[in-house]
């Protein structure tokens, strides 16, 4: 919903009911591929949504760079912090995402992804392979050389990050966490 020129509402990012229904652990590799292809076809789309919800310019996602990372960051802290579409209190009374807030980071995840894909060239999207792989059948970036072990779920990692920052258990900056431990998986790259 628009209010104002505000964007209030923020849209899920949804697989196909078939899919979502069936659990990615039980996907054949033809399912597996056509959500990857669908997750990837999205990106364009939800970055665009993103950074309009955010207001800042649009980002060209064969270029965005980590000089980008302090805007982002601020924006989305801004957000996460201000938005009772994205966070809610559980019966604890402590700050928890809502489904419109994981597909919020998951769009962050998304165009923090192309960040790294930009800052090294050997990163690709891949498909996490094997049973015992804990994000099996989701994309992930993966060195495309497949000589060192770089893997990485950037959704979950920016999804972690923020609940930090949410809790102020963090106090990192997405650059100095970019720069840290985050850099240091692809440092064979």
């Known amino acids: 919903m628009e209010e104002k020129g505000l964007i209030t ?17 039980n ?18 789309g939800r970055i665009e ?3 309009d919800y ?43 995402l809502t489904n419109e807030g994981y597909a919020f980071l998951a769009d962050v995840g998304s165009l923090f992804s192309h960040i790294l894909l930009n ?7 891949t498909i996490a392979q094997g049973k015992s792989h804990p994000y099996q059948n989701w994309p992930i970036l993966s060195d495309s ?23 102020n258990s963090e106090e990192r900056t997405l ?3 970019y720069n840290g431990p985050l850099k240091s998986r692809f440092r064979f790259l």
């Open 119 to 125: 800052e090294y060239p050997k990163l690709k999207f």
């Open 49 to 51: 949504f993103l950074t």
């Open 145 to 167: 050389d497949k000589r060192s072990s770089c893997e990485s779920f950037i959704l979950d990692d920016i999804r972690r990050f923020y609940l930090r920052k949410i809790y």
């Open 27 to 44: 996907w054949t590799k033809k399912e597996t591929k056509e959500f990857f292809d669908w997750y990837i076809s999205e990106i364009p």
């Open 9 to 25: 509402e923020y849209p899920l990012f949804l697989p196909s009911d078939a899919l979502a229904d069936k659990g990615r652990e």
């Open 175 to 177: 650059l100095e966490f």
């Open 54 to 96: 955010l207001g800042i310019e649009k980002v060209d996602l064969k270029k965005v760079n980590s000089n980008f990372i302090p805007k982002l960051d601020e924006k989305v802290l801004y957000k996460l912090k201000d938005s009772n579409a994205l966070t809610e209190l559980n019966e604890k009374g402590g700050v928890m």
